[in-house]
């Protein structure tokens, strides 16, 4: 306990109720889990990653590294949270992480005895390479077992989230990354031109370190100018304040995109800014210093210690000690001494601290260490007193320690700029001595990187920096940023620092507080060869936790670099990667979820099919009727039923999902000549035929059947799967390949709805249905195409047949296309006519041999499936050159055969493999495989089509279709692939 | 986001709308009986792939749905120009290197 | 090379970890060695290792412009299986699997293999029959595998959306339980001590600048830090294969593009195997350390950035979403990109090439970190030989003009 409420803030009177582990406490409106979690006294949150040491709040932002816990419960549980960041709502439930039973008694810390116990410890650098080997089975057992159970932070939820996630799609001219002091400014002052402003802060309260200022008379102006530049931009039209949305990457195309948390039945907004200029203005983050035990619950950065203090009214301690290399840690000690809380001690590792520095802790009676160190902290689980000593002048020693009472270090080893996001659109930032942290330095384009982000760390300097940005972006921009108030007081930026990057003394030194990576640890991974920044980061996991490493790379990098003896500019930097903060995944999601993941395309007659009691398939993004079954009936009794009855009587199956084009044209035949294998400059006006498409490669492409509507006007169709990029392909021919070609293609998919009708009856059902067309052979012959009107609706009727049975394709305008099924069933009542789905649709065309995508996957030539003597002599096609290969000829290629249970009841299952032997096992001459099944009503037997080994010459074989999954082997004929009618006499009936 | 300017559309829009259909002026064989399995597998398969300036196609599907060229360095992804099929680029692997020299930024 | 063992780490512990021997030497390049391998990733240091340890090979350096491991090995989501459809793949990286079992032994460096099995889902029915195909393939060359149903997954990843009434539900699955998963760069870091514990120079921050030949032979190559002659010269360059062949006037099949992946907040242990899915095209799995390791598609377009379009993570977060929709509260925390060279039918190239004396291991496209023993192992025997390994043959750049495609794109569907 030394955490307490002490004066009032900025926050309001509002008393909330939350719980943290079960108990109940107080907090304030707007306070966040941090400030309310030490305002109850809570010291230790939760435990540590790798030694399950105990941490507590180390920060007020983003940069959290020990404040993780877990806000809500059941789907609603929101693991590694981190506190800093969180507010407060009546009845929040929060937990705490990595720790049993409690974060004060963790069994788990026994990997932290081990290593107090030992001088180093056992879990070291890469200590998971050199371990865990012998024996190997333990591995399994019980090594990655008991390293999984240590491992992770926070307890993800196991059910679905129940919240709702929004994607946002924003334009601006000036995007203002940062609401701080030179963000506020920049924003305000670009406003003023008109262009259209948006602003980011992550942080509920906007403002930046000015909050961190005491709420004080002192301040007040000071306050005023915060609130009133505020309520400025919110009051501007043209600008969207965006508070809690952290902007966490910046993209090509000067996309940054934020997640943003929002009240409401929306849990978070995942915002996409397209801005023409951007202003980072993110500021800078304090670093830690690295000294024993520095990652001890009550260690924590200054700046931090003072906003929970003047912001949030809470004092971190009773008694507070400060640790410092610059100045600014000194404003820490004299707010809280202020204050009225005691302040046992300065410890400034410099030699000749400024004097007002001096005299301020001298006319507030703070005693002040200088040249000297903080080696240790000390505390059984939180701070209760430090070890100090004298640092040599050399650095490289100390001597005389001795211990100051304080129950709360604040520490400071001098501030890094925000350079992340500039960073992602360019160069890597450059080293600046002076601050001894990396700054943008060359900008990217578009971008201006100003105040604490930029090394600037004066109030004044920072917003000058600010509105000089505004000012040139607006101008670029063709506007005129406006004149704004300049803040009522300024704040000296320089922190006169003089790096100390780690204290001289054993002990454990933390410089990943997350990861538990140690000084040591740094040092061992440049003894063992891993000295690149990237190994470094990789060997040891610096800076790979939740807080991206903005606490501790600089730190690593430092050490790294006096061990290798290079400077830290030459040492470098890791790459900037987004996301800067962790952010939820269902906000990228957003509503694109469930049945909203993919679009579903569905054909006119939907509701027909659904009154019909269809049951749906999924057809490449189409869902279409896979068959309609009758009461009772399985899958497999209404297929046979529908394909019995298209066999002897009538059926109709809507085929509208396949691809329509039109190709017009004076050389619109020339062109078909050149994408099929076969003959279209043949065809005569008002003849379909059936056509073959290859890739260039010689593979089967796509097929289909295309009609002649008049010398220079052809309708194709495609596959389903195909409809797509067979346009697509039609376009890149003739813009890339035959530019001289006079032909348009237009893709009329939509345009069409489309049925077959098929059986015997088919005839005589359209003739009933469509008076004023004469289907009679003489007149309309196997291949031919009439053009007929019906009620408005415009018909093409195709006499083709993919069932084998006579049969006609109708292709209705799509306003019109249910009106004219409808027509047809009516008419077909007569003929018992039946509408059948996919199962029969498949049933019919296996029956008959012909291929779809089963078959057509991509793999296959046109000699594979007997297609070789369609492909014209007389011409060149795509596809001709490469489809004669050796490869592509090879006699031991698998080819397409048709295949029938020996015994009839026996299903051959798809996906079956093709062998000789009885009983094939690992190791057997593996001959094909089998593509499709159905059961033939007609045959009464189970069939198949497969791809064989030399297929071809293999009819009358009997081999098995092995299917060792499930142990199955089924013996079966090698039959051709035209099972029903081969001689092709019912289609032309 | 990347934005491409189609030269059909003369408009800037976002990568989607595009596709991607690989690197461009590959030319053609003028006499395709008459060419070796090699050449043609070249001409299929075979590609330059540099790192730097690439001459690529891409094709506006959700827009005009016609092909274009576009001058593209595949390192810093920045489109240069965008040009129309049949024309020819004004920005080359030689000009930007030509350029680079004459700002004395060649290192 | 000092062994690893678990005493030690103990002893090391006592002088607080001070005395650790180098992993590997830091030499100066030599005027000449009998092979050359350009590239310190995982397949270059595998096959620098297998050259020395199965061939006695030893005068070889390994050039690397950056840090070792530091290309697709530091960057990518380590599954490891060999479930793959046609023999000549399946083969391969079956191979490749059996030499992953023993490989941390064998190392003296623990790389964290883990068969955790890796799921792959079937969400139409076209799916369901490939993978039926598939799993009787794989078991007739004798890979282990099993087709389940969707209890069946479920059972297996309790925490998979298992409604059917989603767009794409989940129908089924292939299962191998002998795949999984390994810690990426200790495969780099394991291969590295090895091959130089047999005298390999490796050498980083060495850049190659141009190949040289004579008289269509390979003598050496200009690097940074000078000529240094060699006999062979392999190049291992994932990501950069078409800049090398571009130095002897030779193209490649290949095109190179962005890959990305991301990994989420450690959190505690939620999901114990690898999932894969095409048709929504995601696949995650959990590492050691708790972290969601999740795999996204690739760019459309050639990139050597690094990094790819960002459309394509969100359209993986949906997937994931879709897949696990306890998910959605968990956080990216990193996402990066690294650069895949694609080959047309999906599979490597591991050849000999036009040029005497120079070779080429690539275009694994998004599967090839787990090959990477495999790889080394069969390209180092094709070094030593001058002739492909048995396993390797039909992996030749030849099979574009003669048309032995293998197309693996069913099993490479889905990065990897």
């Given amino acids: 306990m030394s955490g307490f409420r002490h004066g009032a803030g900025r926050l309001g009177d509002a008393q909330l109720n939350f719980t943290f582990d079960g108990k109940p406490m107080l907090a304030r409106a707007g306070d966040t889990v941090a400030s309310a979690l030490l305002a109850n006294g809570v010291e230790v949150v939760g435990r540590s990653f790798k030694y399950h040491r105990p941490r507590g709040v180390t920060s007020s932002g983003p940069e959290e590294a020990g404040a993780l816990v877990t806000i809500g419960a059941g789907g609603k549980a929101d693991p590694n949270a981190r506190a800093t960041m969180e507010p407060v709502t009546q009845g929040l439930e929060v937990f705490s992480q990595n720790c049993f039973p409690s974060p004060k008694f963790d069994l788990m810390s026994v990997n932290g005895l081990a290593g107090a116990i030992l001088p180093g410890s056992l879990f070291s650098a890469g200590f998971y390479y050199k371990t865990f080997m012998w024996p190997a089975a333990l591995w399994y057992k019980f090594y990655e077992p008991s390293i999984r159970a240590a491992a992770g932070m926070g307890v993800p939820p196991k059910v679905a989230d129940p919240d709702i996630y929004d994607r946002i799609q924003m334009f601006c001219d000036v995007a203002v990354v940062g609401g701080g002091s030179a963000g506020l400014s920049a924003a305000l002052s670009a406003s003023q031109s008109g262009l259209r402003v948006v602003i980011f802060d992550e942080h509920n309260d906007l403002g930046g370190q000015l909050l961190n200022e005491a709420n004080s008379d002192q301040n007040a102006d000071l306050e005023q100018w915060r609130k009133d530049t505020i309520a400025a931009l919110e009051a501007a039209d043209n600008v969207t304040v965006l508070a809690r949305a952290v902007c966490w990457g910046r993209f090509d195309g000067n996309m940054l995109a934020a997640h943003q948390s929002v009240d409401g039945k929306v849990r978070q907004n995942y915002i996409k800014v397209q801005a023409k200029k951007i202003i980072i203005a993110a500021g800078a983050i304090e670093r830690p210093l690295v000294f024993g035990n520095n990652d001890k619950p009550n260690v924590m950065l200054a700046s931090a210690a003072r906003r929970m203090l003047n912001h949030y009214g809470t004092a971190t301690g009773k008694m507070l000690a400060v640790f410092t290399n610059n100045d600014s840690a000194y404003q820490t000690a004299f707010d809280y001494s202020d204050a009225g809380i005691k302040v046992s001690a300065v410890v400034d590792s410099r030699q000749y601290p400024s004097e007002a520095l001096v005299d301020g802790c001298m006319s507030r009676g703070i005693t002040l260490h200088t040249q000297a160190v903080v080696t240790e902290a000390k505390g059984w689980q939180a701070v209760r007193s430090i070890e100090i000593a004298d640092l040599a002048a050399n650095g490289q020693s100390v001597s005389n320690r001795r211990r100051v009472a304080c129950d709360v270090l604040a520490h400071s080893g001098g501030w890094t700029p925000q350079v992340q996001m500039a960073a992602h659109g360019g160069k890597p930032p450059i080293y600046d001595k002076t601050i001894a942290a990396f700054v943008v330095g060359d900008q990217a384009p578009d971008t201006y990187s100003v105040g604490a982000a930029e090394g600037e760390n004066g109030l004044l300097a920072g917003v000058a920096q600010a509105l000089e940005a505004a000012k040139a972006a607006c101008a670029e921009l063709g506007g005129t940023a406006g004149a704004v108030t300049a803040p009522p007081q300024d704040r000296d930026g320089a922190t006169n620092i003089v790096p100390l990057w780690s204290v001289p003394a054993k002990g454990k030194q933390l410089v990943d507080i997350q990861h538990d990576v140690t000084a040591a640890d740094v040092v061992q991974s440049h003894s063992e060869g891993f000295v690149s920044v990237e190994h470094l980061k990789r060997y040891t996991t610096l800076g790979m936790a939740n807080d991206q490493g903005r606490t501790s790379n600089v730190n690593a990098l430092a050490i790294m670099a006096e061990c290798r003896g290079v400077s830290i500019a030459e040492a470098g930097t890791t790459r900037f990667r987004a996301p800067i903060a962790p952010v939820s995944m269902g906000g990228f999601a957003g509503r694109e979820i469930g049945k909203h993941f993919k679009p579903v395309r569905r054909t006119p007659m939907q509701e027909w099919h659904e009154k019909a009691g269809a049951v749906f398939v999924q057809a490449g993004m189409y869902m279409r009727p896979q068959y309609y079954p009758q009461a009772g009936e399985t899958i497999d009794d209404a297929y046979e039923r529908e394909t019995e009855h298209v066999r002897k009587k009538v059926g109709i199956c809507d085929v509208t999902s396949l691809g329509k084009i039109e190709i017009v044209g004076p050389d619109a035949a020339e062109f078909l000549d050149r994408v099929y294998i076969n003959m279209f400059s043949t065809l005569k006006v008002g003849k379909a035929r059936y056509g073959v498409m290859l890739r260039e490669d010689g593979i089967v492409y796509d097929d289909g059947t295309t009609s002649r509507f008049a010398e220079d006007r052809f309708f194709m169709t495609t596959t389903t799967a195909k409809a797509g990029p067979v346009m697509a392909y039609l376009e890149r021919c003739l813009e890339i390949d035959w530019p001289e070609l006079k032909v348009r293609v237009s893709s009329v998919s939509e345009r069409w709805g489309a049925m077959a009708v098929a059986g015997p009856d088919a005839r005589a059902t359209l003739t009933a249905a469509f008076p004023s067309v004469d289907f009679s052979n003489e007149a309309f012959p196997f291949m031919g195409v009439v053009h007929a009107e019906h009620n408005g609706a415009k018909l093409v009727i195709l006499r083709i047949s993919f069932s084998g049975e006579m049969a006609y394709e109708v292709y209705a305008t799509s306003e019109h296309a249910t009106d004219i099924w409808q027509t047809v069933v009516d008419a077909g009542q007569a003929y018992d006519i039946v509408p059948y789905g996919l199962e029969t649709l498949g049933a019919l065309r296996i029956e008959k041999g012909h291929v779809t995508g089963a078959e057509l996957d991509g793999r296959v030539t046109l000699g594979d499936v007997h297609m070789d003597g369609m492909a014209s002599k007389k011409k060149w096609f795509v596809g001709k050159n490469l489809k004669q290969r050796e490869g592509m000829v090879h006699p031991d290629r698998p080819q397409l055969v048709g295949l029938k249970s020996v015994d009839p009841r026996t299903p051959i299952s798809t996906g079956s493999i093709l062998v000789t032997e009885a009983n094939a096992t690992a190791g057997a001459d593996k001959q094909g495989w089998v593509s499709s099944m159905t059961y033939s009503p007609e045959l009464g037997s189970f069939i198949a089509l497969g791809f064989l080994r030399g297929g071809k010459d293999r009819i009358g074989e009997r081999i098995y279709a092995a299917y060792p999954v499930k142990g199955k082997n089924v013996e079966v004929e090698v039959v051709s692939n035209h099972f029903v009618d081969p001689t092709n006499d019912r289609v032309k009936g | ?107 | 090379m000092k062994k690893y063992s678990g005493f030690s780490l103990f002893k090391h512990s006592l002088s607080h970890h001070e005395n650790w021997q180098a992993a590997w030497r830091s030499p100066q390049p030599k005027k000449e060695y009998d092979v050359i391998i350009v590239g310190g990733g995982g397949h270059g240091l595998a096959t620098a290792y297998y050259l020395a340890k199965v061939h006695g090979i030893t005068n070889v350096a390994v050039l690397e412009k950056g840090y070792l491991g530091g290309g697709n090995t530091a960057r990518n989501t380590t599954i490891v299986r060999s479930n793959y459809l046609w023999d000549e793949a399946s083969k391969l990286y079956d191979h490749s699997l059996d030499l992953w079992k023993d490989l941390s032994q064998d190392l003296n460096y623990n790389v964290m293999f883990s068969q955790r099995g890796v799921l792959n889902l079937g969400h139409n029915l076209q799916d369901m029959r490939d993978i039926e195909r598939r799993v009787n393939a794989n078991r007739l060359n004798g890979i282990d595998g099993v087709v389940l149903n969707t209890a069946e997954v479920k059972e297996i990843v309790p925490i998979i959306n298992d409604s059917q009434d989603i767009r794409y539900p989940v129908l089924g699955a292939s299962w191998q339980a002998t795949g999984g998963v390994a810690r990426h760069d200790a495969v780099a870091w394991g291969f590295a001590r090895g091959a130089d514990s047999f005298g390999v120079d490796l050498i980083q921050q060495c850049e190659v600048l141009d190949i040289v030949t004579e008289e269509g032979a390979v003598v050496g190559v200009k690097t940074n830090q000078g000529f240094i002659g060699a006999k062979k010269v392999a190049c291992v360059t994932a990501g950069n294969s078409g800049v090398m062949a571009a130095m002897v006037g030779l193209r490649l099949p290949i095109e190179s593009r962005p890959l990305q992946a991301l990994v989420s907040e450690p959190i505690k242990p939620i999901i114990d195997t690898v999932v894969m899915s095409n048709a929504v095209h995601a696949y995650v799995s959990q590492s050691d350390k708790g972290d969601l390791v999740i795999g996204a598609g690739t760019d459309s377009y050639n990139g050597y950035g690094q990094r790819g379009s960002f459309n394509i993570v969100e359209h993986t977060m949906s997937a994931i979403c879709e897949l696990f929709p306890m998910f959605s509260r968990v956080r990216m925390n990193r996402a990066w990109g690294g650069i895949v060279d694609t080959c047309p039918d999906a599979c490597p190239i591991i050849s000999k090439t036009s040029v005497k004396g120079l070779f080429f291991n690539c275009g694994w496209g998004t599967g090839g970190f787990k090959a990477t023993p495999g790889s080394g192992n069969v390209f180092a025997h094709t070094l030593a030989h001058d002739e492909a390994h048995p396993l390797a043959a039909p992996f030749s750049i030849d099979r574009f003009s003669t048309g032995h495609l293998i197309d693996e794109h069913g099993a490479a569907g889905v990065a990897h």
Avoid at chain 2, 37 to 42: N, Q
Avoid at chain 2, 78 to 87: A, D, F, I, S
């Fill in chain 2, 1 to 107: 986001m990347h934005h491409i300017y189609c030269p059909y559309c003369e408009e800037m829009r976002e990568e989607e709308e595009y596709s991607y259909t690989g690197e461009a002026h590959i030319e053609r064989p003028k006499d395709p009986a008459a060419i070796s399995d090699e050449a043609w597998a070249d001409y299929i398969f075979f590609r330059s792939n540099p790192r730097g300036i690439h001459h690529e196609m891409w094709y506006h599907a959700a827009g005009c749905r016609r092909y274009f060229n576009a001058t593209r360095d595949t390192q810093s992804y920045k489109v240069h120009e965008t040009y129309k099929m049949g024309e020819m680029p004004t920005i080359t692997a030689a000009t930007v290197a030509a350029n680079q020299v004459a700002k004395g930024d060649a290192s």
